[in-house]
C-alpha cells in the first residue's frame, strides 16, 4: 500500500533563508508525486506535480522539488523565503496513471520569522 | 473562473445530531472529492464522484456517513449521528476529469460537543 512520510512536523526559519521540507513514500508501483500548501482556514493549493519526464519540477511561488527514485524521496525547497510562505505544505502521492486517490502526509508547518 | 464553493464555513452540533454540508464544484468539472481533515493530519479521500455515479467510497463510514450527487454537480454530504471523532474539516474537491490535478474549497469545520 502506498504511504507517504513528512519527516518534519514543524519547521521555523528566518526570512530570506532558504528551507528544505522532506517527504518520502512507499509505493510498488509508479507513481505522481504532489505537493499542496494550506493557508489558515483555507483550502488546498497545488505547488507543484511529478507526473513523469525531468526530476527537477518547478512550482509556483519560487518553490522547486526533485524526485529521487532511488531514495523514493520528493523533497520541496525554496532557495529564500518570505513571510507569507508561513503556512503548512502537504506531501502527496498517486499511483501512475491517475490523480485521483491522493494519499497525503501529515503535512509540515512551516513558520517563517522575520 | 470561480472555485469550489462550500459550505457552511462553520458547524457546531452535539453528539448522536445530524448534520450536511454542501459542496458546488467549479463549473464543467466531472470529478468530485469529499475529504476528511482531521486536526494534525494529512487529509483522506471519503468519496470520489465521476459524474453522479461514485467511484470510490471505500473510506467512508457508511454506518453513519452518506454523499450524493444527484445531477452531477453540486454534492451533499451527510453524517447521521454524529461522534465526537467526527470532528474534522471536510474539504471538498474537484477535477475535469480523474486524472487531473484536484482544485480544494476552504473547507467546513466540525465540531462535535
Known amino acids: 500500500a502506498q504511504s507517504v512520510t513528512q519527516l518534519d512536523s514543524q519547521v521555523p526559519v528566518f526570512e530570506e533563508a532558504p528551507v528544505e521540507l522532506r517527504c518520502n513514500y512507499s509505493?510498488?508501483?509508479?507513481?505522481?508525486l504532489f505537493w499542496y500548501v494550506q493557508y489558515p482556514n483555507q483550502g488546498l493549493q497545488l505547488l507543484l506535480k511529478?507526473?513523469?519526464?525531468?526530476?527537477l519540477v518547478k512550482g509556483i511561488n519560487g518553490f522547486e522539488a526533485e524526485f529521487n527514485k532511488s531514495q523514493t524521496s520528493f523533497h520541496l525547497r525554496k532557495p529564500s523565503v518570505h513571510i507569507s510562505d508561513t503556512a503548512e505544505y502537504f506531501c502527496?502521492?498517486?499511483?501512475?496513471?491517475?490523480?485521483?486517490?491522493?494519499?497525503f502526509g501529515k503535512g509540515t508547518k512551516l513558520s517563517v520569522k522575520p | 473562473e470561480a472555485g469550489v464553493a462550500q459550505s457552511p464555513r462553520y458547524k457546531i452540533i452535539e453528539k448522536r445530531q445530524s448534520v450536511a454540508f454542501w459542496c458546488n464544484p467549479i463549473?464543467?468539472?466531472?470529478?468530485l472529492y469529499w475529504y476528511q481533515q482531521i486536526l494534525g493530519q494529512g487529509p483522506k479521500l471519503l468519496i470520489q464522484?465521476?459524474?453522479?455515479?461514485?467511484?470510490?467510497d471505500s473510506q467512508l463510514p457508511k454506518d453513519r456517513f452518506s454523499a450524493e450527487r444527484l445531477k452531477g454537480v453540486d454534492s451533499t454530504l451527510k453524517i447521521q449521528p454524529a461522534k465526537l471523532e467526527d470532528s474534522a474539516v471536510y474539504l471538498c474537491?474537484?477535477?475535469?476529469?480523474?486524472?487531473?490535478?484536484?482544485?480544494f474549497g476552504d473547507g467546513t469545520r466540525l465540531s462535535i460537543l
Open positions: 474537491a474537484s477535477s475535469t476529469g480523474p486524472n487531473q490535478p484536484q482544485h
Open positions: 509505493s510498488s508501483v509508479s507513481v505522481y
Open positions: 511529478y507526473l513523469s519526464g525531468s526530476t
Open positions: 502527496a502521492v498517486s499511483e501512475g496513471g491517475s490523480q485521483g486517490n491522493l494519499i
Open positions: 463549473s464543467g468539472h466531472a470529478t
Open positions: 464522484f465521476q459524474n453522479n455515479g461514485v467511484v470510490d
